[in-house]
């Protein structure tokens, strides 16, 4: 998608005495850095101190079991193929794009839009009206989820006039994102996926995520402009070595792993769309302004977007077989240094799509490279959770996280140590470009 024009139908936005005007040209690159003013100077270490919710997290809380309900048969395209990581995106940019709007710190999202404000705004009113604008769009039928919350949120907003001019600024960025999204190509018609039966090609039937590659992404200029490189030869010594790896610490019998290995394996296996919102939440609870909050969210969740249609753009494109196929397999690889092992099945389950690239290291460290930009450093210490194992881990540098998730992902026997450098290459050339063209301070 060319960012370059994409928020111009903002720019005759007339809402509440706020006029919004835009050159509509320039890509968004025209002054200040993707960290902005937030954050310490580079290297200083950054300690993430969870002090409450507010009206950004609430809403993503919100936003995250409306998506997260189970997809239907009928309904509106999102309903029918809910996609966590798109769909928080255009909900937090419409968020982002409102406190942009009335604090005048960053540009809105598409171009360097200029506001000049008629009067005082209520942000929380703002934010409201725009997240609950995006869902009500999105998910028409799932009023339920939202209804209630918007409900009671916008009630205890004093009623004044600057109330009044925050729920209509938001429900304008969310009517304007809306747009600007329209048909995102989720809704593309897919044949029968045929599973492969050459060496070296994914066996999986009826395999999950095919779509994502269709949709349009939010910053990068196609799916496949951060293509990962072709996979290593089977006969290959990467080759070799990533499987005998994966063997002998990803295996339910026989494995060399420890009982340490196998807990960083299993707290990583949550589904993505359950661990990563709950989790990503907890940065913006802290006692920042609201529209870092906002930016901070927007950045990660639009990061993770266009590093995940990346990733499984370049998935489906190879189309490579799991180490469940493959070291049952190895006798068909042609590469001597591999051996069989036909009752080799790997110690957690395998997500059903191919294995390279590994899309838990592209969003991990594009994600990692968010916070490292965001924060100016890569010394940030935070902590997060896991369902699958009730348990917490923590970290002192973003980088030890990306770490941990490639060993996690060997450690399970889900995946090979080249896919998993080459996702992380992927994640974090996606979040690069991302945050050079978006989130800038004016």
């Given amino acids: 998608m060319n960012s370059k024009n994409a928020m111009c139908p903002l720019a005759a936005l007339l809402v509440a005495g706020i006029t919004l005007m835009s050159a509509c040209g320039g890509g968004g690159d025209g002054g200040g850095s993707a960290g902005g003013s937030v954050g310490p100077s580079a290297g200083a270490p950054v300690r ?104 009671s949120f916008v009630a205890a907003i004093n009623d004044n006039a600057a109330k009044s001019d925050g729920l209509a600024l938001g429900d304008g960025m969310a009517q304007a994102m809306l747009a600007l999204r329209g048909d995102d190509g989720r809704s593309v018609t897919l044949a029968p996926y045929v599973p492969g039966t050459a060496p070296g090609a994914f066996r999986g039937v009826n395999p999950i995520n095919r779509y994502l590659s269709s949709i349009k992404p939010f910053a990068i200029a196609s799916a496949s402009q951060f293509r990962a490189p072709a996979p290593p030869a089977l006969d290959s010594d990467v080759y070799a070595n990533d499987v005998n790896e994966t063997r ?32 990503l939440r907890r940065f913006a609870m802290t006692d920042g302004t609201l529209i870092d909050q906002a930016r901070l969210l927007a950045m990660l969740f639009v990061v993770q977007a266009d590093a995940a249609i990346a990733c499984f753009e370049s998935k489906y494109h190879y189309e490579s077989w799991r180490p469940q196929s493959a070291i049952p397999l190895a006798d068909t690889d042609n590469n001597p240094a591999t051996t069989a092992d036909a009752s080799w099945t790997p110690v957690v389950p395998t997500p059903n799509h191919p294995e390279y690239p590994a899309a838990h290291a592209c969003v991990s460290a594009a994600l990692m490279e968010a916070l490292k930009t965001y924060y100016g450093t890569d010394r940030v210490e935070f902590t997060l959770d896991s369902t699958v194992t009730g348990t917490t881990r923590s970290f002192t540098a973003t980088q030890a996280h990306v770490e941990e998730v490639r060993g996690a992902r060997i450690y399970g026997g889900m995946h090979f140590r080249n896919s998993l450098v080459r996702g992380e290459e992927l994640g974090t050339s996606v979040a690069k470009w991302v945050l050079q063209h978006n989130f800038l301070a004016r």
């Fill in 248 to 279: 002998m610490l990803g295996g339910v019998l026989g494995s060399t792993r420890t009982d340490a290995q196998l807990e960083i394996a299993r707290f990583h296996t949550e589904p993505p769309f359950r661990f990563w919102p709950r989790n």
């Fill in 48 to 151: 993430v101190n969870v002090t409450g919710p507010n009206a950004v997290t609430y809403w993503n809380e919100v936003a995250t079991n409306t998506i997260n309900v189970p997809a239907t048969a009928t309904g509106s395209p999102a309903e029918k193929r809910p996609t966590d990581s798109v769909d928080l995106a255009v909900v937090h940019l419409a968020i982002y794009n409102a406190l942009a709007a009335i604090t005048g710190r960053y540009q809105l999202y598409g171009g360097p839009i200029q506001a000049a404000a008629g009067g005082d705004i209520s942000q929380e009113a703002a934010v409201g009206a725009a997240a609950y604008g995006v869902l009500k769009g999105l998910f028409p039928n799932r009023a339920a989820q939202y209804q209630p919350a918007y409900d």
